[in-house]
């Protein structure tokens, strides 16, 4: 599910030293969001502790950690959406469809604004910062929005 654009980052950010996240604290951020909250300002910490890790505070280290935060949102984000599939697929396959449609979509939404924002930067050295947040942002929300699907306050 990973656009080529991210692709492309990590691929930029692997001449930097192998940098990791704390998927544990994304895992916590995760839980610890109330319902419908797709923004909890919990996000990013992960990445932020990884860029005080030695090489993390370079252009090509900020852009490895939050994609190695975002790496870990998507692992959320499709347990999340398998969860959704399979309790709509109880209900009527049609739902399964929609919501691997919507899912399609939605990718294809991220990847287009974060290569806009990829765009906007080209000119900088922070294009490979503005478009990693962008996907971090982007991935966190939308596994937030899958975990509360259909749910009710």
Known sequence: MRSA???AVLATAAGAQE???DAALVRACHAGAGLGETR???????ATACQA???GDTTLGI???LMAE???WAELMQAAYDRQAEALGGRDRALVAQLANAQEAWGAYRDAECGLRYGYWIEGSIRTIMAAACHLEKTAART???RDLGAME
């Open 5 to 7: 654009l991210a692709l």
């Open 19 to 21: 940098l990791s996240v």
């Open 40 to 46: 909890p300002p919990c996000i990013g910490t992960a």
């Open 53 to 55: 890790l030695p090489g």
């Open 63 to 65: 852009a490895e950690c």
């Open 70 to 72: 975002t790496a870990a």
């Open 144 to 146: 937030k929005e899958l």
